[in-house]
């Protein structure tokens, strides 16, 4: 088996659905394994039909048939998003992906509760808000750092009793902490995760050692790596690691440590939806994307210029690729330039993981710093290969699988 790892080495939105889609499409995969973040992830997939989905907690290779899914202990689960999610999957032709779906038992929930509380804090952050997408997934990670043994579990659903006590602890703590919350009573929410755990399959962490000597397994990253828990520019991050730990970690407990090819996902444009440093910012470029829209939590959707110097230390951070596969190529163009260095940073150097006062120091660093734009390249595949000391193996002129070239077809290949 040729186990394949999609991580986005940007802010996120850089493509991994439709990566993972075209990977799905153009050779036999067993099973997606998701191996972070949780119902905030947000994938596109366009089929060549027209039909579209958003792909949240389900993996993007959901529309071809046969591919599973696995939500490994590291996805923060919601079932109430992931009943919705499958009602528009049926909707648009996909009326099994429950059927097709593991769940680790060990994985968090993520509740009203947390929802209610994330969205608390958010408001109360006023003009100084962090880009929370408001669905409660860090708030989910928060409360089970700090109560390892009380959080809401997937496992908990099969048990009433158990998961009545533990969303009631939860519910009191939060509601001390910040006072009543925009939440329906926990005996109104137990019926729903009983209907989860009577619907979908829950397993425990031993299965994915099965599914991965079963067939070829894509790990399929959430965020990007310049969000990072640790490694992101604080305090404009995630409560999620984004870099591929999790998934090694998870092939390692498997007996296959260094089984996955490391793929790494970039926009030609850097963007960034929500607040933080995007050094490259240009509201003058021509761009919008529909599927990005502003919204109340994470406001607007931002583009920029190329950033080679953000997408260097990401590589950096994530300990390196294989490849990379580049996306939106059909957005191009001479009005389009490139970033090798900024006006008093050359290179950016990720430090030790959980010094956030070190990236705290970074972001403000990054808040002043101004670009050096140079000349849109002739040949962006060549040109961002040479920047960042990786092949480009994969170019995206477009929302579908047909619109994806191989450059080096033999190198993401599966195995023969």
């Given at each position: 088996?040729?186990?394949?790892?999609?991580?986005?080495?940007?802010?996120?939105d850089a493509g991994k659905g439709t990566v993972v889609d075209w990977l799905c499409a153009s050779r036999p995969v067993h099973t997606v394994v998701r191996f972070n973040g949780g119902a905030q992830a947000a994938?596109?997939?366009?089929?060549?039909?027209?039909?579209?989905?958003?792909?949240?907690?389900?993996?993007?290779?959901?529309?071809?048939?046969?591919?599973?899914?696995?939500?490994?202990?590291?996805?923060?689960?919601?079932?109430?998003?992931?009943?919705?999610?499958?009602?528009?999957?049926?909707?648009?032709?996909?009326?099994?992906?429950?059927?097709?779906?593991?769940?680790?038992?060990?994985?968090?929930?993520?509740?009203?509760?947390?929802?209610?509380?994330?969205?608390?804090?958010?408001?109360?952050?006023?003009?100084?808000?962090?880009?929370?997408?408001?669905?409660?997934?860090?708030?989910?990670?928060?409360?089970?750092?700090?109560?390892?043994?009380?959080?809401?579990?997937?496992?908990?659903?099969?048990?009433?009793?158990?998961?009545?006590?533990?969303?009631?602890?939860?519910?009191?703590?939060?509601?001390?902490?910040l006072g009543p919350l925009d939440a329906p009573p926990v005996e109104d929410c137990l019926p729903a995760y009983a209907a989860f755990a009577g619907r979908v399959a829950i397993v425990d962490r031993a299965h994915?050692?099965?599914?991965?000597?079963?067939?070829?397994?894509?790990?399929?990253?959430?965020?990007?790596?310049?969000?990072?828990?640790?490694?992101?520019?604080?305090?404009?991050?995630?409560?999620?690691?984004?870099?591929?730990?999790?998934?090694?970690?998870?092939?390692?407990?498997?007996?296959?440590?260094?089984?996955?090819?490391?793929?790494?996902?970039?926009?030609?444009?850097?963007?960034?939806?929500?607040?933080?440093?995007?050094?490259?910012?240009?509201?003058?470029?021509?761009?919008?994307?529909?599927?990005?829209?502003?919204?109340?939590?994470?406001?607007?959707?931002?583009?920029?210029?190329?950033?080679?110097?953000?997408?260097?230390?990401?590589?950096?951070?994530?300990?390196?690729?294989?490849?990379?596969?580049?996306?939106?190529?059909?957005?191009?163009?001479?009005?389009?330039?490139?970033?090798?260095?900024?006006?008093?940073?050359?290179?950016?150097?990720?430090?030790?993981?959980?010094?956030?006062?070190?990236?705290?120091?970074?972001?403000?660093?990054?808040?002043?710093?101004?670009?050096?734009?140079?000349?849109?390249?002739?040949?962006?595949?060549?040109?961002?290969?040479?920047?960042?000391?990786?092949?480009?193996?994969?170019?995206?002129?477009?929302?579908?699988?047909?619109?994806?070239?191989?450059?080096?077809?033999?190198?993401?290949?599966?195995?023969?």
């Open positions: 088996m040729n186990h394949v790892m999609v991580v986005d080495l940007g802010y996120g994938h596109n997939v366009v089929l060549r039909d027209g039909r579209h989905h958003t792909f949240a907690q389900f993996g993007a290779g959901t529309f071809r048939p046969g591919v599973r899914t696995h939500l490994s202990r590291h996805v923060v689960v919601d079932p109430l998003a992931l009943a919705a999610e499958a009602d528009h999957l049926t909707a648009v032709g996909v009326p099994d992906a429950l059927d097709r779906l593991t769940v680790d038992g060990e994985a968090l929930l993520a509740t009203p509760y947390h929802r209610a509380a994330n969205r608390a804090r958010e408001i109360a952050r006023g003009a100084d808000r962090h880009g929370s997408c408001g669905l409660g997934v860090g708030e989910a990670v928060a409360y089970g750092l700090a109560h390892p043994d009380e959080a809401p579990r997937v496992a908990d659903c099969a048990h009433p009793a158990v998961l009545r006590r533990r969303l009631t602890a939860l519910r009191d703590r939060l509601t001390a902490e994915l050692a099965g599914v991965l000597r079963a067939g070829t397994c894509v790990f399929e990253g959430a965020q990007g790596v310049l969000l990072d828990e640790w490694h992101g520019f604080h305090p404009y991050t995630t409560w999620s690691t984004t870099t591929f730990a999790n998934a090694e970690a998870l092939l390692a407990e498997a007996g296959l440590a260094g089984a996955a090819q490391r793929l790494g996902v970039l926009r030609v444009t850097t963007t960034r939806h929500g607040p933080g440093p995007l050094v490259t910012e240009d509201p003058a470029l021509p761009f919008a994307d529909p599927r990005n829209p502003t919204n109340p939590w994470q406001g607007r959707f931002r583009f920029g210029h190329f950033d080679a110097v953000a997408h260097r230390y990401a590589l950096a951070a994530a300990g390196g690729v294989d490849g990379l596969a580049l996306t939106h190529l059909d957005l191009a163009g001479p009005y389009l330039r490139i970033c090798r260095r900024y006006d008093t940073v050359d290179r950016l150097t990720p430090g030790p993981a959980g010094d956030l006062d070190r990236q705290a120091a970074l972001t403000a660093r990054l808040l002043r710093a101004r670009p050096v734009l140079d000349e849109a390249p002739t040949d962006w595949p060549a040109a961002v290969a040479a920047e960042l000391g990786a092949p480009v193996l994969l170019t995206s002129h477009g929302p579908t699988a047909e619109d994806k070239v191989p450059a080096l077809a033999a190198a993401v290949s599966a195995s023969r």
